[in-house]
């Protein structure tokens, strides 16, 4: 180890995962104000938009979340 530096302590996972809820929160929420934003402007008479891009986004949400927890496990178990 060079002089002056000191190691980095480990961040524990749970500090890691907090923040993923607000995300997939967002998510959803953008997709499904983008899907009523369709559906007032092209399609007033039905809801289609809105399901469609709110399943849309819980889908990728869920994406989202899968990779982050991957990746923070494979960050783990990564020899030191």
């Known amino acids: 180890m060079a002089a002056g530096k000191t190691p980095r302590k ?3 996972k749970f500090i890691s995962l907090t923040g993923i809820a607000m995300q997939m929160g967002a998510t959803i929420y953008c997709f499904s104000f983008g899907g009523k934003y369709l ?4 399609n007033p008479s039905g ?3 809105t399901i469609a891009l709110t399943l ?10 899968l990779r982050q927890v991957n990746r ?9």
């Open 47 to 49: 809801r289609a938009w």
């Open 56 to 65: 849309t986004g819980v889908v990728f949400a869920l994406y989202n979340l």
């Open 10 to 12: 480990k961040r524990p």
């Open 72 to 80: 923070i496990n494979d960050a783990e178990d990564r020899p030191k």
């Open 39 to 42: 559906d007032l402007n092209y």
